[in-house]
């Protein structure tokens, strides 16, 4: 170990003041170099001398660095951060001496690890980008683009320069920008309303589910207006740009003809806009408005409907006529049908006839004569299906048809049958035909099933009134000529009383009234006159008495009461009358035996006041259930159903209605020059008395 | 104090508790961007500090020319330099760090290796 040399005080103090001055020049450089009173520092390195400059060209570039807006930094191949801008410190919220120095890897979420050893791995020509995620201080995650560059540093070979941009916000906007997409998908897949959006050449670039289902195929690609094809309600096509033209682009009503059906769609037009307000294209909303359309259109036809009826109901009050009820009921019909011909037909129940009661737009007449059809008669065919089930019947196509033919004749191309029905009952039948083809629809066929059901029930509201008034005439008749009956009889009584018992009282009188001679001769033959007086007047009151009601039919039965009044009767008016009966011992029930004794008596009355002949027969028989009657002549004969509707037959009437009351039956045969036939049949009815109106 | 460099102290104060027989140590480099001696020193002490002071240490690099004011009243004249803060005593140490020995010597460090 060397020996130190020993110096002295002086040399001590000598070194001391050297050091002194020494420290004051270096504390005077380091203030003026603190101060900055320096603008370049003099560094020795390995022999040379290096010139730094404070404030140099590269702090342009540092500057730039240090406050552009990505976040820059410096790494070892290890991942050891040597340098950070505040940018990047921010994105990680964390002060900027905390991050220099620290790993990379502190700082990257770890499923993004393997993402930054990819790009740091990467050849040098590669482009080395890459997203990534960063975890902050607060936790937050913090979405980045890193790009990587290798750097060759002094001493550090293998770093690398990062530069690494903040997606947060692009990431936000993009997250919008896909929930506007959504939204908007959301919307076109979830609305009711077809929507459909074009570009500004009209063609559809999206469309709603519903727009698809309503074309039926993808409309994606196609011009609007070939896919729909919609119609406005003036007939016009429907063409997008000119409603993009015009101002009115709001609910236009239009109609697209589809598979069958029509549909209607209510069009609302809008345009799609660019943030620099240039036109893109339109977007079109299509409301479905078939329902509502349609339901207005049933409402519309029931209106109509009833209208129709009020009309049809004034037309029935107002006429009592069948055949004006008829006229007017298919006047109706052929309106709300649109139809070209019709008939209407009523059955004849006597005749078992069809015969048309209103008739419009036959071309040749001949065609509706033969329309009369028998209800037996086979070829009336189809006509009278409809009796046979009481159903309306529609041929929309009659030339496909068996049968038919009158109609065809006529041109008739689809008919419809609908029938006259009154409470079940089968009255008649409305047809309608249309010479071009058509189809029926069920709104009509229930309207015409209606305007028939009001007319059969006009028809047979009709015929009671009209039955009803027959019957009041015939009962005014009845009553007329029993009151004259009566009179005739008083008449004849009064006659009979006055000039057979009054002159045979009076020459009674007068021979009682002569003085009295004297002589039993004169006695005798007075009292012998007036006893032969007595005894005449006698068979004169029997008579009398007799013809007003014979006491034999009480008293005898029905036989000899007859027996009595037919010779009673050949004596009186010289009519040889040829009585057979058959099985008439014993009695009958008393109305039953004045019935037939008062119309053998009236019908005999007729045959010598009308008949003119000498001869009559009368038959009467009997069985367990009925007496029969028959009176025949050869003699003038008449019209029954003449006689009987003018009500001058109110011997005929009176017959018919002492029948009736017994519910027996009435028949009369006869026609001018004929002969006259009478059978009368009367139930014998045991216990209770069976009632039967005549029909 | 700002709230943050409260809780700073309070963490080391709490791990000083927890191992006490380690020393605790509370580094801090100031440097001047990305100037080859800046770079070179931070390589170093981190290595340094990895391989002697692993899980007992703190180090903020401080970049003087984005964070100037953090250099107030630290008598920084050059840069890169080097400040032990904690355990006493306060020593700095200038240049790159390049020579390990005198930095472990320097940071009390040479008995532990």
Sequence with gaps: MPKKPVRTQKQLLTENEDLRGRLAEAEETLRAIRSGEVDALIVSDAGSEQVFRLKGADRVYRMLIEDMNEGALTLTAEGLILYANRRFAEMLTTPLEKIIGSTIHTWIVPDSHWILQALLRKGGDQKRRGELALTASDGTQVPIYLSVNRLSMEGLPNSFCLVATNLTEQKKRNEAIVAAETLARLILEQAAEAIVVCDETGRIIRASRAAHALCGESPLGQAFERVFRLQRTDGAAFSLAETMNSGDRQRIETRLEGDGQALYLLVSVGSLVGTRNETLGSVITLTDITANKLAEDGLRAKNRELQILHEIGQAILASGNIQHMAASILEKALAVSLCDLGVIRLLDRTSRTLDPVASHGYLNPKNLRRHRKHLDDRTTGRLLRIFARKETVVSERVQDEPGLRIFRREGVQSLILIPVLAEHDMLGALQLGSRTPRKFDPHLINLLETLGNNFGIAVQKNRLLEETLASQAQLRALSRRLVKTQETERHHLARELHDEIGSLLTGLKLTLGVPAGSGTDRIDARTAAAHAIIEEALVKTRSLSHSLRPPMLDDLGLLPALSWHVKEFTGRTNVQVNFQHHDLQGRFPAEVEITAYRIIQEALTNIARHALVHEATVRLWADQSALGIELSDRGAGFDPTATLANTSGVGLLGMRERVASLGGSLTITSAPGTGTSVTVELPLATGEKTVRSEQ | ?113
């Design chain 2, 1 to 113: 104090m700002t709230k943050k460099k409260l809780r700073d102290a309070t963490q080391a104060f709490k791990r000083s508790l927890v191992s006490p027989l380690e020393k605790h140590f509370v580094l801090r480099l100031y440097i001047t961007g990305t100037t080859p001696q800046s770079v070179r020193a931070i390589a170093n002490i981190k290595k340094l500090c990895e391989e002697h002071l692993k899980g007992h240490y703190e180090l903020e690099v401080i970049d003087l020319y984005q964070q100037p004011q953090l250099a107030q009243g630290e008598q920084i004249i050059a840069t890169p330099t080097l400040i032990k803060l904690l355990p006493p005593p306060l020593l700095r140490i200038i240049g790159d760090l390049s020579n390990t020995e005198c930095v472990l010597a320097g940071l009390d460090l040479r008995q532990k290796a």
